[in-house]
């Protein structure tokens, strides 16, 4: 009976351990990217500021792009669970919100706080752009994913019969407001609130976009 326990005990120490690791190394790489800048920041850097070696970083990640990927990943969903953005549930009660100007204002305060865990590294990663090319294809990716996901908004910004522009405007409206530009210029720059910031925008959205 020892003999067995002990294995499951010793193999459940072992994932615990890989996924504090993992955690760490991009809590680390996040940090790095964002104060060194992407192409500066090695994978030795990575280990180093995660307290593992190098060789671990490799095992989780494979290579520095993978690990921006999934630094990135991270950040937009707060956490490290495999959950897409949109299903998380404050994107669903959005969605289920049938007043348009109450939807807009809340999902304003939604993209403060993504904006609060992604803004820096978004700006990161464009400033890397111009020279390494694994963050031109991963600026390229984000952009697109994120208006696919505007364009989820607009569809159903469109459906409450509510919304006092095309769909097409309403998405790209969205997705020119949320590259994270405003809220850096506003909040770091400006030094407005999060709180200050999300009620602007929720206004400017309602203004600009609700019949």
């Given at each position: 009976?020892?003999?067995?326990?002990k294995?499951?005990?010793?193999?459940?120490?072992?994932?615990?351990?890989?996924?504090?690791?993992?955690?760490?190394?991009?809590?680390?790489?996040?940090?790095?990217?964002?104060?060194?800048g992407y192409g500066r920041t090695t994978i030795a850097d990575v280990a180093a500021e995660a307290g593992v070696a190098p060789e671990t970083?490799?095992?989780?990640?494979?290579?520095?792009?993978?690990?921006?990927?999934?630094?990135?990943?991270?950040?937009?969903?707060?956490d490290d669970r495999?959950?897409?953005?949109?299903?998380?549930p404050e994107l669903r009660a959005l969605f289920a919100e049938p007043d348009l100007r109450t939807r807009f204002?809340?999902?304003?305060?939604?993209?403060a706080s993504v904006m609060l865990r992604t803004a820096r590294l978004h700006l990161a990663v464009r400033g890397a752009a111009a020279s390494e090319p694994a963050a031109a294809a991963m600026l390229a990716e984000?952009?697109?994913q994120r208006l696919e996901s505007m364009g989820e908004h607009?569809?159903?910004?469109?459906?409450?019969?509510?919304?006092?522009?095309?769909?097409?405007?309403?998405?790209d409206v969205l997705w020119s407001t949320t590259d994270g530009t405003l809220w850096h210029r506003l909040v770091e720059q400006r030094a407005w609130s999060g709180e200050r910031y999300a009620a602007?925008?929720?206004?400017?959205w309602v203004t600009s976009l609700v019949a």
């Open positions: 009976m020892s003999g067995p326990v294995r499951q005990y010793d193999s459940s120490r072992r994932r615990e351990q890989a996924d504090e690791n993992r955690r760490r190394i991009l809590r680390a790489a996040q940090e790095l990217f964002v104060t060194r970083v490799y095992a989780a990640f494979k290579n520095k792009p993978a690990l921006l990927h999934r630094a990135w990943d991270v950040a937009v969903g707060g495999d959950v897409p953005l949109l299903e998380r204002t809340a999902f304003a305060v939604v993209n984000i952009d697109r607009a569809r159903a910004a469109a459906a409450t019969g509510q919304l006092g522009v095309s769909e097409e405007e309403c998405r602007w925008l929720g206004r400017l």
